[in-house]
């Protein structure tokens, strides 16, 4: 478990070293003007070109506070005590990606997941974590159809699984566009392992709804999952898709490697138009303990969210066999060592780009969110808490911005 640290008082004027959780970043002061809804804004630049893990939040902050929260006692005390446990991912087996893990036990780890983004828990969540992801996807693909270009938009789940949250995000953005006479975006899941039963039952509810049956490897889609405006795998008369393309990786960035998870930062960044990274989960100590009591929360809650006469496999390895409440909890417990922090992620983009600076804003609602601009991508990340008091919601955003966007679509 890595020491906590005091913030270190010698600054200097251009550079200046930051303790936080971990070890020593250099930051260096920035003066980009602050975008217009920012309220404090000392955008500070956390060079990442250097070997760096994670940017501090604002002056003054203590160390490992949580982006997201309103700065209250509680708050703050909660987030004080929540650090992070590892400071680099550790990677661990999941039996989930075993393929040697039985397709019905798959299915079942899936069908549970799906549950837990679609059910509001009382009391410890205020809202269900689909509908708290829609309001960020919504906001992202709010900028990408804002900017003039009206051209078809489709969102592809690439690890779908038994669906996540993908039915819930389509029927509240849609159903959130339609009032603005925005047309309604296409949302399409895929997985490695397609899980067709679960798809058609949730896409025979909504025309914007489908899937491809067949299986979709994230770090080699198939054209029809590629951007038909990019321009660099489509042959000049060969096949192409007939849509701008959004990638979703729901519970999913975490399941590659750092190999593998360049290249599908690499394919998304070459032949799509935008994604958006959601984890429901990080690897600091509080969500560590949260992970721990899925075990008795799979034993809790199985009994309500399935029926035994639709899903009696659910039923009987969560009661009669317990194994799905071991293997989720120990899956879930992997995924949160896992997990990169939103720096995490930029230092493998930068592998594809080059250096890349980050800044951390504050908003009105005193929502951290920390960007980070190539020539072509702006990238956004941010922390939403979905479960009190320690399940957070880490989100990344990727859009491709042209050189005729200013402003607020930057
Ligand atoms: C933890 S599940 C998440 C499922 C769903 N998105 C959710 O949030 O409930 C991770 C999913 O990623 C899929 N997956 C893993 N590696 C993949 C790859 N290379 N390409 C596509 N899907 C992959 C797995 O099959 C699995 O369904």
């Known amino acids: 478990m890595a020491p906590r640290k005091k913030h270190s008082k010698s600054d200097s004027k251009q550079t200046r070293f930051v303790e ?39 002056p003054g902050s203590p160390p490992g506070l949580a982006v997201n929260v309103a700065p209250t006692l509680v708050n703050c005390a909660l987030n004080y005590v929540n650090f992070l446990i590892f400071k680099s991912p550790v990677r661990l087996f999941e039996f989930c990606d075993l ?104 896409s025979s509810s909504s025309d914007h709804l489908s899937f491809i049956p067949q299986p979709v490897d994230a770090t080699s889609p198939p054209i029809a999952a590629l951007s038909t405006e990019s321009t660099e795998v489509h042959s000049k008369n060969g096949p192409r898709s007939d849509t701008r393309v959004f990638r979703l990786f ?15 930062l690499d394919s998304t960044m070459k032949t799509s138009d935008g994604f958006a990274i959601l984890e ?20 809790l809650v199985t009994v309500f969210w399935f029926k035994f006469w639709h899903e009696p496999l659910q ?5 009669v066999c317990p194994i799905l409440p071991v293997v989720l909890t120990w899956d879930g417990i992997v995924s949160c060592l896992r997990t990169r922090e939103f ?11 080059g250096p890349l600076v980050i800044t951390t804003e504050v908003q009105d609602d005193g929502v951290h969110i920390k960007r980070c601009n190539t020539a072509e991508w702006v990238f956004e990340g941010g922390r939403r808490r979905h479960t009190f008091p320690f399940g957070y919601l880490n989100w990344v955003t990727g859009r491709k911005v042209s050189s005729k966007d200013s402003g607020s679509n930057r």
């Open 20 to 58: 936080d959780d971990h070890r020593q970043h250099p930051i260096h002061q920035k003066s980009n003007p602050a975008p217009q809804e920012t309220r404090v804004t000392q955008p500070r630049a956390l060079n990442i070109s250097g070997d760096t893990r994670q940017s501090t939040i604002s």
């Open 99 to 202: 393929e040697i893990m039985p397709g019905f036990l798959r299915r079942c780890c899936q069908a549970m997941l799906a549950e837990q983004w679609k059910h509001q828990l009382p009391i410890i969540q205020t809202k269900s974590p689909a509908v708290l992801a829609a309001t960020i996807l919504e906001s992202a693909l709010d900028k990408m159809t804002s900017t003039g270009n009206n051209s078809k938009l489709t969102v592809i789940d690439f690890c779908a699984g038994g669906g996540g949250p993908t039915p819930i995000l389509e029927r509240t953005i849609n159903a959130a566009r339609a009032p603005a006479g925005k047309i309604p975006l296409e949302f399409l899941m895929s997985d490695l392992y397609p899980h067709i039963d679960a798809w058609m039952a949730s």
């Open 250 to 264: 729901c519970l999913a960035f975490h399941h590659f490697n750092n190999d593998m998870a360049k290249q599908v």
């Open 280 to 299: 429901l989960q990080d690897r600091r100590i509080g969500c560590l303990m949260l992970m721990l009591c899925n075990f008795f929360l799979t034993l």
């Open 315 to 319: 039923i009987l390895f969560t009661y």
């Open 343 to 353: 720096e995490e992620v930029m230092r493998l983009v930068q592998e594809n780009t």
